[in-house]
């Protein structure tokens, strides 16, 4: 029997497996897609953003009602921690000027690379195209293989790191939810997180703007405000600003039915300054050249502003609703398109080394369980945090069952 079965291949279970296999436990990886990782990869498309460098306070002011869950994670392993990790890798990192921390080579693939290396050396097993199935009564985990066919696959100790709901043709489907509501454990409704969302866009907007970025603006809802850039998209809305507010978006939606927020398009003027400016001659102008060389509104913004009505006539009332142009938002994108998802496994499912209440020997950790962050590298941080945890709750748990490794 092996000592370790995880179940995902994704960074808090390849995480768990370089710390236990480095201590001398057996273990075995299952991943249900041909390779590994796969979401972890495309993360890095863009840029890895692996954490961030501001101070531990402010880091965990962004994990909103899961603060007190994810402090002691973050403490034990903190973003100084992970990049220490990466230093080890032979994976140098540096600070963007917006404060995130990237590896030298701003891709993910090398990293991988470099980490399936060493836990090869570590003689973790990886099968892929095993897809996991359940539990069988006698509580090993059941897996079937490419071929079809279902195997038992007996562990000293389960780790769960299935992901949450989002790009499940990554390898996150959550197929596991039933299988755990069948052992009594509750599992909060998984939903879409860093997300775009549905606008009902007049034709005009779609046809001649869908695509288009707002640059420079800040969008506001319920007195939270965030500065940034967003995309105008034929559906809706999407970009780094309204995943900063995507858990107040959904949430408002959720209780209302629908959510306006506003958005400012010169979030460094004032309303007074914008009138002053506004109240300049026009000449000959058109209203829409005026504004262009004025305020500097670009076509793009110009069509938000007139997406809410006609424009006004009296100038402290245009100057006033470039300031806050309303935007209502229905729904949120399919979660299947989401960066994350919230949701999972109730926190109090889990106890503090992340191992199941009811079901001694299995532990969870990533997505799987009920939290949310935003962009910004608060995301993977995390999920190593819990890797790192749930590494360590099950090292000390095999050890009460029997002295060390087998």
Partial sequence: MIDVLILGAGPSGLFAADKLSAEGFSVTVIESMPSPARKFLMAGRGGLNLTHSEDLTAFLGRYSEATGFI????????PEDLLSWCHELGQETFVGTSGRVFPKSMKSSPLLRAWLRRLEQNKVRLLTRHRFMGFSEAGSAQVRTDAGEDIDMPA?????GLGGASWPKLGSDASWVPTLEAKDIQ????????CGFLVPWSAFIKE??????????AISLNGRSIQGEAVLSEKGLEGGAVYALSADIRET???EGSAELTIDLRPTATVDELHQKLSRPRGKQSISTFLRKTLKLKPVKQALLREAGPLPQDLLELAARIKSVPVKCEAPYSIDRAISTAGGIALDEVDESLMLKKMPGVFAAGEMLDWEAP????LLQACFAMGDKAASGISAYLREQKDGPE
Avoid at 156 to 160: D, E, K, Q, T, W
Avoid at 187 to 194: D, F, H, I, S
Avoid at 375 to 378: A, F, N, S
Wanted: hydrophobic share 35%; net charge positive.
């Fill in 375 to 378: 962009t910004g590298g608060y």
């Fill in 208 to 217: 001649r703007y869908a695509g288009s970025p707002l640059k420079h603006i």
């Fill in 187 to 194: 599992v909060t409704r998984l939903q879409p997180a860093n």
């Fill in 253 to 255: 939606i959720n209780r």
């Fill in 156 to 160: 000293r100790a389960v780790l769960l």
């Fill in 71 to 78: 402090e002691p994670l973050l403490r034990e392993f903190s």
